[in-house]
């Protein structure tokens, strides 16, 4: 399955992605199959495979050639995001979200942190390839009303940040946080006017692990995509100092940055599952043998991977589309952010379906290794909104008027 039409620095890239991921990663998850089960988080992946992503250039896309990073051309940026977060998701979806959550608030900070923030992070981030961030807007009282948004005071964020002393005082928590266990910098989101909407009265923070106040309380043991490690972060009177703010009360409608690309690239990892989905299977059907003839030639199983195929294409047309939409700064590009995240989390959940059913007995043996597919695809259909809320917004950026409206108090 081939992209056309690729610049050859996008060429270059996906080769050496690809080379990475059948060289290194894939022998790596079959002969460690145990490791993601391993109830140590810092153990399961070995520092090597994030050194390995770092010699090969694709650690810190995002990050401006002035701090050390790898720039993309600004044309095809977010196409040529999708493309390596798809290759590396062939390989592992939890090793390509933890990269992937690395350029994108790379993004956000290189159009929103104050100059001298970005020269010290992004030097922290391009030294050190264990380095990660994390985005926390998720709460225990639950994400989907900031998703939509529910404009209205009492959908608000819990977490709360009071200005005080030259800095600002924050308390609250945040859940289910990609690489939240791990990483060493932090973008929260927090309530700062409580008689308004939460459009306009959320704000954005810088948040180092080390600061006072700040306490990671856990690691989520997730069905797939176990090799990144999702938590949870406590803020107790945690004190900022003013320039560690990035957003004033409007951080909701400013972070447009990391979400258009973000859904793109949750698109693109979805899909990778599925071409790994579809070359395991694709392989097994050809070389296992029942009533005497190997597995293709009984036409129910053909009829199977031929869905297969319709399938992961279908998604990834609508990436292209979607990818390029935001490259271009298109006025469908949201609608059609929305769209491509929910259809690949369906799409790709019936390819993973396919994948364990023609593997029978084998697709459900963790050893053999099939069934790590529908655990990876599971996720996506939780991630960055669920199906119905990203149905919702889909709509909302079709009919702001009417299906836009009808949340909070009547006009
Ligand atoms: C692996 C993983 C990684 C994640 N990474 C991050 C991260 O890095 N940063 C971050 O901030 N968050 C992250 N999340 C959180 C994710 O965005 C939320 O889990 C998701 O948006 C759903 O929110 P919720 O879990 O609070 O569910 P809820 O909002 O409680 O929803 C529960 C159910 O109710 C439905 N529902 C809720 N409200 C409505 C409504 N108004 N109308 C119709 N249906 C509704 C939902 O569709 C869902 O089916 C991650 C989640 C996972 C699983």
Redesign the pocket.
Known sequence: MTYRNLSEEQRMMRESCRGFVDDVITPFIRQNWQREWSMTPEDRLPKEILEGADKIGIRTLGVPEEFGGIELDPKSEIRTFALISEEIARGDSGLADKLV?NWKVSVLLRNLAPRHLQEKWFKRLVEDPQFLL?????EPR????R??P?NVPEAAMQTRAVRKNGGWVINGR?Q???NGYDAGLYVVYANTNTKVGMLQGTSSFLAPRTTPGLTVARCNE?LG?RFMN?GEIVFEDMFLPDDHLLVEDTALAKAGVYFRPGKIIQGAKNLGVGVRAFELTADYVQNYVQGGRILIKHQAVAVRLADMATRIEAVRALLERAAQAVDENAPEADMLTNMVKMFASEEIMKVAQNAVELHGGNGIMLDFGVEKVLRDAA?FM?????V??SR?KIVKAMFPDTAGKYAGPEA
């Open positions: 959550q994390a985005h926390c807007l998720t639950g994400a989907s009303d998703w939509l529910y945040k289910f946080i990609s997730t995509c999702n996720v939780h991630m960055d909104a669920t119905d809320i919702f």
